[in-house]
């Protein structure tokens, strides 16, 4: 059975830190590329983050470049985001996501989400 399970979510200052895991299980998440999305209330689910499945290669939202940092553990089967100098507007469910694309077929998982919320 698949599972992803994103943790490491809270209340956090402007300016503060937090580190997002997501846990996976049941597929093999070195095939697999994986995500950090993110919603907050009233938008669309937006990219925050992806990289390959090795890990050689990452991508950011321009909102975000340079505050976070995704990263990797295949030994784990974990993925992480480090965020950095968050902003009020960094407020959202955060979702990971694996994905992987064969010439047939397209497979897509995700976490049930975790809450990050940046206030004073």
């Known amino acids: 059975q698949v599972q992803l399970v994103e943790s490491g979510g809270g209340l956090v200052q402007p300016g503060g830190s937090l580190r997002l895991s997501c846990a996976t299980t049941g597929f093999t998440f070195s095939t697999y590329a994986m995500s950090w999305y993110r919603q907050a209330p009233g938008k669309e689910r937006e990219l925050v983050a992806a990289?390959?499945?090795?890990?050689?290669?990452?991508n950011y939202a321009v909102s975000v470049k340079g505050r976070f940092t995704i990263s990797r553990d295949n030994a784990k089967n974990t993925v992480y985001l480090q965020m950095s100098s968050l902003k009020p507007e960094d407020t959202a469910v955060y979702y990971c996501k694996a994905s992987m694309a064969t010439v047939l077929h397209q497979f897509n998982y995700w976490g049930q989400g975790t809450q990050v919320t940046v206030s004073s």
């Open positions: 990289i390959t499945s090795a890990g050689s290669s990452t």
